[in-house]
């Protein structure tokens, strides 16, 4: 599997950047503590050995599998 090197977002989506040059676009509305996040805190994520991601400001941790097996339909 490949691990998570960086996250950015535009209006909508949560891009996950990951090693090798994939990038998994997701509808930032399938995780609710993440789209009520202000840009700002948006911007202060943190990856742990490219696998989890937390926000400073949220209690959650997603693992990569989690963001990976979402159901986008």
Not at 8 to 29: A, Q
Not at 57 to 69: F, K, Q, R, T
Request: hydrophobic share 35%; no cysteine; glycine share 8%.
């Amino acid at each position: 599997m490949q691990g998570m090197i960086k996250v950015d977002f535009d209006k909508v989506t949560m891009r996950i950047h990951l090693h090798g040059g994939r990038i998994l676009s997701i509808p930032v509305n399938k995780f609710p503590e993440i789209k009520k996040l202000s840009p700002s805190q948006k911007k202060a994520y943190h990856i742990s050995g490219g696998i989890s991601l937390d926000f400073e400001d949220s209690d959650e941790v997603y693992h990569i599998d989690e963001l990976l097996g979402i159901d986008l339909n």
